[in-house]
């Protein structure tokens, strides 16, 4: 994919000259389009001209205040931004800062939950969204399936029943419209197991006509109800004592792609099935979200990452036992991730992790192997030390993030799982770019009321 308005900005910071931005453009055009020269040209031209007045724009402070943005001078790569891991986690928080209008919820922004919460005339509304993995926009049926059932699986942790989906597709501007069907059919599938209606979506290009090439970036959302406020299983709500409930999981949109990357794509079939969504069933029926503090999935930076946001979250202490949690991957996908020499700990398996007083470890537990989910207690939450620990063989590790999620294709081993030099630096500058936004949102708030008062 070329993102030509992009490269014309790229380039011209080079001090490239027109002449020189326009043969590049025709190069790009010509990789993916059949045109003749004559025919590249004049889009490359169009192209220059659009992106050159929007650098060379004169218009009033207030105008500039509105079209311009911080620069933090700290790219997605550099902080890891969908890698699930240190960098990542910061964003999302700075992120969810800046989201945050003060508006009540039951779970905003500012918890980093799964899903978030707002209370209606009479239930609870809890509403997901999960975007598509990235390395997947060649395989949408794969996309679509695991995406959807991601973002139900964010629902019903909360202990919400999902009552609809949406969607949202780009397909860029040379992509076959066969990937949106695709990708939709992954959608149905899971929509038809689960009897749960797709009711909305948006389909449009990346980036138009700026953007040429087959990308395919997507998301779906869920939306579900819970009766009563008290049941949302919240992380907040984990407690000093509590079990840790593990349910076996075979890994989704990560797992599908180590599979395929990995040239062992036969273990993408472990993928494909509905057991988490089975166990949240199973736990609403039994009316067992009730008698449980709070659950999520194994998803975001692996155990280390997902025992690591919770002990910050419920200010508390987590020991994990690997001999139990090395039980309850699946065996097929164990086996995978050893092969490839990739942590397991660190990449997203899509179990589910139940937190309860022990009192009700025994009844959660033969409600899900009742209904042939396997699962079993991992571990327990303690008071203190405040963060994750991992007991193997006898002894007590701590179970910290990386920087990054484990590597798990080979380009991303190549990246590596390591910080930058000038981590604190990035940091600090992303900080203070999040400040600015959250300042011009309200400058431009107090001049929305101004000219409309």
Known sequence: MADL???????????????????????????????????????????????????????????????????????????????RGEGDFFVHKLLAKISDAGISALLGPRSQDDAGAVKGSHDVIVISVDGTHSRLTEFPFIAGFH???????????KGAKPLALLTDLHLADDGDIGRLFDFMAGVRTVSKLTGVPLVAGSTLRVGGDMVIGTRFVSCVGAVGVVKEPHLIAAR???KPGDDIIMTEGAGGGTIATTAIYGGIPEVIMETLNIQFIK??????????F???????????????????EICKTAEVGIKIFEEKVESLVN??????LHALNIDYLGVSIDSLLIFNPPKYSEEILSALRNAKIKSDIIGTIVEKPK??????DGKTKSLQPHYREAAYTEVKKLVGEESPQNKEKLMNKTARAAQEAIEKSERIIKMIHARTA
């Open 5 to 83: 308005e992009g490269l014309v900005k790229r380039l011209y910071a080079k001090n490239s000259s027109k002449e020189e931005i326009i043969s590049r453009l025709v190069d790009e055009i010509k990789t993916y389009k059949d045109l003749t020269d004559e025919e590249a040209s004049e889009l490359a031209n169009a192209v220059f001209s659009e992106t050159w007045t929007t650098i060379n724009q004169k218009t009033t402070k207030e105008i500039a205040d509105i079209l311009d943005y911080s620069n933090c001078e700290a790219t997605m790569h550099d902080l890891g931004v969908g890698c």
């Open 147 to 157: 995406v959807t059932r991601a973002s139900m699986r964010d629902v019903y942790i």
């Open 236 to 238: 907040t709500r984990v």
């Open 279 to 288: 166990a949240c069933e199973t736990l609403m029926n039994r009316n067992l």
């Open 290 to 308: 009730g008698k449980i503090h709070a659950a999520t999935d194994w998803t975001n930076g692996g155990l280390r990452g997902d025992c690591n």
């Open 331 to 336: 065996p097929v996908v164990l086996k995978m």
């Open 387 to 392: 963060g994750a620990q991992l007991i193997s």
